[in-house]
């Protein structure tokens, strides 16, 4: 039929058949676009660089400390003073806080005066018993002589030893009362709360006049004052018993916090649980704690922050790479072709992360692939032009 014979037709049929040939005509000029304009990519250049392999905590880990110290007195008693606040820095043997002890003082006070009765009482006894150890020793010259007889040189030598016994139990009481002295102390040290280390004071459960009780034990109370050492901070992650296999002590690690957005800090293994957790309704994990390194003063880290652990357990370095996003299903990338032609190429990959894959084989150093794979119309076969990619990091 010719577009001259379109006038025979009824006017209805007329109608479709011009449609029709418009459609037919759009559709060919489309396609003519289509081929004639490419499609703008961004392209990716083929480099080398470091590949590292990781694995991360399964749930949100959890910041400590080091050293934490929830403590009560070794006694009970009523507490009469309190001489630290919530948050306030304390050093190592300061006093947090002390119960009612002035029966105790007393006893101390009681033992420090005996010790003077003693004291005294020796130099009385014992400087008699010299006296008494000289005469003796007279009246052995003068039994010699014949001036006594032996009945008093005997008198003599009993009075002696007897007033040297009684010196050396006067010593004996020395001994006693300072004895009693250590005895009272340790009973005031039982009522006294000293800091084990330097630290800053996080809770206090206890008031002045209100009574302080020792846990005993297999019996969990609440401690009196909970210290921490918050110049030595890790953090508690469980990892998954499949990676677990992987984890050495002393591994780099990179910790990321909740809340301190847009920044890691550094850390290192310091111990891998020796055991697998079987939690119900949870996957079975190990637990891993990772130290922070050379934290700032400034960096004020609290102990309970959630954080998130990524152990780096493989690195190589100067490697041939490729971004992971330029990867499509079975290792295949985009490759920018002759003529800005796209191909497909199939790679062999070795180490690989969230960020960068290891290629082994199937690209050389230099070549470009296409990294925007989500824009429309990207496959292979399609002519493109290269847009600017933005600098790999």
């Keep these: 039929m010719t577009f001259p014979q379109l006038g025979k037709l009824p006017s209805k049929f007329r109608k479709l058949a011009i449609l029709g040939i418009v459609v037919i005509v759009a559709v060919i000029a489309v396609g003519f676009l289509a081929r004639s304009k490419p499609i703008a990519v961004v392209l990716q250049a083929v480099e080398r660089g470091t590949v590292e392999a990781s694995v991360s905590n399964t749930r949100a880990g959890t910041v400590n400390a080091c050293r934490r110290a929830k403590m009560s007195p070794a006694a009970g008693g009523q507490i009469s003073k309190l001489r630290v606040k919530k948050g306030e820095r304390v050093k190592k043997g300061e006093v947090l806080l002390e119960l009612w002890n002035n029966d105790l003082h007393a006893q101390e006070s ?13 130099e009385e006894v014992c400087t008699m018993a010299d006296a008494a150890r000289r005469d003796a020793e007279r009246s052995q010259e003068l039994r010699d002589k014949g001036f006594i007889s032996a009945q008093q040189l005997d008198r003599a030598l009993t009075d002696a030893s007897a007033r040297q016994s009684a010196c050396a139990s006067a010593k004996g009481d020395i001994e006693q009362s300072k004895s009693r002295i250590a005895l009272a102390r340790a009973g005031l040290d039982r009522m006294v709360l000293r800091a084990p280390f330097d630290g800053v004071v996080a809770d206090i459960s206890g008031e002045l006049g209100e009574y302080a009780t020792p846990s005993p034990p297999g019996i969990a109370t609440i401690p009196a004052i909970d210290l921490i050492d918050d110049s030595c901070l890790y953090v508690s992650a469980p990892i998954d018993e499949v990676d677990a296999a992987k984890l050495k002590v002393g591994q780099f690690s990179r910790i990321t916090l909740d809340a301190i957005k847009g920044r890691s800090f550094s850390g290192k293994v310091r111990r891998i649980a020796p055991y697998v957790l079987d939690l119900e309704k949870q996957a079975r994990t190990v637990e891993v704690e990772v130290e922070f390194d050379k934290l700032a003063q400034n960096d004020n880290l609290l102990v309970g922050y959630s954080a998130d652990v990524e152990i780096v357990y493989d690195v190589r370095k100067q490697v041939l790479r490729v971004p992971a996003q330029t ?40 070549e470009r692939i296409v990294s925007s794979l989500d824009r429309a119309g990207v496959k292979a076969g399609v002519r493109v032009v290269p847009e600017e990619a933005k600098p790999a990091q």
């Design 110 to 122: 009681l033992a420090q005066e005996q010790l003077k009765v003693a004291l005294t009482r020796v």
């Design 327 to 366: 990867l499509m299903e079975g290792n295949r990338v985009l490759l920018f072709g002759n003529k800005g032609v796209l191909e497909e190429r199939k790679l062999t990959t070795g180490l690989s992360n969230w960020e960068y894959a290891e290629v082994t084989s199937g690209l050389v150093e230099g």
